[in-house]
């Protein structure tokens, strides 16, 4: 009897569809609670065990002032307790410190032992701050980075070529909070939004912006009207893909391009040939197969652009699915002409 | 006048304009989709162009399924897609073997194109695979696409768009070669070309 039942197959899908939708609200609503905590945990920065640090407890002499965002002083004078307010830039944060490259230091490494001393004395604000190739230049430690390729890319870079001097390093990495990404971490979309941040913070707050500048900050989300599912590409490309020279050898690229020679087809990453292949998605890809093992990291790399052909090995097996079946056919009406 | 009064009438006008828009949207996407599948700078189709049309012709593509699936809800002609689950198998065997063997001994169909029962059992399960499985599929995850915002994030450890991509085009493959057998198939009628006329007239003409 119920294999009589008249059921169409549309009101089957119908059903169907509707479990579906259902289900999928479902998973969404639960897809974004997880990564709200997980948002929350990645603002939230780890707390750190000072007592690790060898010169940690030499540097909380200046970070007890430094180190948050008020600092007390005997007035000598009045011979009473002052307490101030920290310049927001001179406030160095323990916590992303002692995670950053740098942690090892002692901050006479760097800065003058004058320092010592408070009040400071005027003349030290015109200490001249060291670039990344005054250390790392010519150390064999350090080959792996290509420090001198990159200083090189750097000075051909916009930003060098604009602004030459007062453009440094600095801009973009603070040697007190800087934190190798690229190679170091597993997740695409953390050192994604991390690198782009650096860009942000200048192309993205007018204040930093104008410090070199007199120019107006052009609107970002405007200039880039013209890219479809602009979020998407936000959340999920680093502005140096599109902006920057891209070069096989390295992980991050630091020639920056002038505007106009920046990439707008959207051929050049959604290809076989794309450009998102030469750096950090490369890196990823030998990372993962090395870590999940060749299909597991293929597959569950999060390396991918949509749209274009990625996977050799579908492409092969549709290729001879689609042969076989064209045999087929041509067997077929073969035997029929001839019959 | 025998013969004549043979011809049944089983293509209204509906479904023959509504076939024509979907045979025509299905090779506007399967071209301009493999174009953007295996699109690198400097190929001839441009990447732009190939993108715009096989989005509009998606989107043309999903009002088309509307109009078939409300169609075949509520007109008789959804009953053809309904398949008798007793016996179907072996009603299947009978068709493979016609098509592989009997066809070639010049034996009759097992299952002649009647007004009740258009389609033979091999037609219908690949029908309704095509019809009510891999287009829906096909829409609702070019959607997806069209949207990103609205796919799942993750799913199991995949990404949710590249899945949905994945799966788009594994779809779209299937239905490719499910259309070139199925132009094939057309040509198995009173003569060659008997069939395609059918689609444009509406009367079948019988072997």
């Given amino acids: 009897m119920i294999y009589k039942a008249n059921i169409r197959p549309a009101w089957v899908v119908l059903v169907l569809l509707m479990v579906f939708t259902l289900a999928f609200s479902l998973v969404n609503t639960s897809d974004l609670e997880t990564s709200k905590t997980s948002q929350t945990e990645q603002i939230k920065p780890p707390k750190i065990d000072l007592s690790k640090f060898k010169n940690a407890a030499e540097n909380e002499n200046c970070l007890k002032c430094h180190g948050q965002s008020k600092y007390s002083y005997e007035n000598v004078e009045s011979k009473q307790t002052v307490t101030k307010r920290m310049y927001a830039e001179l406030i160095m944060n323990r916590d992303v410190f002692y995670v950053s490259n740098h942690r090892e230091f002692k901050c006479t490494d760097c800065h003058s032992e004058d320092y010592a001393t408070f009040p400071h004395a005027g003349n030290l604000r015109m200490e001249a701050k060291a670039n990344c190739i005054d250390c790392h230049g010519g150390d064999e430690k350090y080959a792996k980075f290509k420090f001198e390729k990159i200083e090189s890319e750097f000075q051909s870079s916009i930003h060098s070529q604009t602004h030459s001097k007062d453009f440094t390093c600095w801009m973009c990495h603070n040697a007190h909070t800087y934190k190798i990404n690229a190679r170091t971490n597993d997740n695409l979309k953390e050192t994604i939004t991390y690198d782009n941040l650096i860009c942000l913070n200048c192309h993205g707050d007018v204040d930093n912006y104008q410090l070199l500048t007199d120019k107006k900050k052009p609107n970002i989300l405007q200039k880039h009207e013209w890219l479809p599912n602009q979020a998407s590409h936000f959340t999920n490309v680093r502005c140096i893909e599109c902006h920057a020279q891209n070069d096989d050898t390295l992980v991050v690229a630091h020639h920056i391009m002038p505007k106009k020679s920046a990439v707008r087809k959207c051929e050049s990453c959604h290809s076989k040939n794309s450009i998102l292949y030469a750096s950090l998605y490369k890196h990823q890809v030998s990372e993962s197969i090395q870590k999940k093992g060749f299909v597991k990291g293929l597959l569950l790399g999060e390396t991918t652009t949509i749209g274009p052909d990625k996977s050799n090995m579908l492409n092969i097996l549709s290729l001879i699915i689609f042969a076989l079946t064209f045999v087929a056919i041509f067997i077929h009406a073969a035997l029929r002409i001839k019959k | ?207």
């Fill in chain 2, 1 to 207: 006048m025998n013969h004549q009064s043979e011809r049944l009438y089983l293509y209204p006008v509906w479904i023959r304009i509504w076939h024509m828009a979907n045979a025509l949207l299905c090779l506007t996407l399967i071209v301009t989709g493999l174009s953007i599948q295996f699109s690198n700078p400097g190929t001839v189709v441009k990447f732009k162009a190939a993108v715009t049309v096989h989005n509009l012709a998606g989107i043309l593509l999903t009002i088309s399924y509307a109009i078939f699936f409300i169609g075949n809800l509520f007109t008789a002609n959804g009953a053809h897609y309904v398949i008798p689950v007793r016996g179907f198998l072996s009603r299947l065997q009978k068709q493979f073997y016609y098509y592989t063997i009997g066809l070639f001994k010049k034996e009759n169909p097992p299952f002649p194109v009647t007004e009740e029962d258009k389609f033979n059992p091999l037609q219908q399960a690949t029908y309704v695979l095509l019809m009510y499985v891999l287009v829906p599929f096909v829409v609702l995850s070019g959607w997806g696409l069209l949207f990103p915002e609205i796919t799942v994030n993750s799913f199991m450890g995949f990404s949710g768009l590249d899945l949905t991509d994945l799966l788009h085009i594994v779809a779209g493959f299937a239905i490719s070669i499910i259309m070139c057998v199925h132009v094939y198939f057309c040509t198995i009628g009173k003569n060659p070309f008997s069939n395609f006329k059918s689609m444009i007239n509406g009367y079948h003409e019988p072997h």
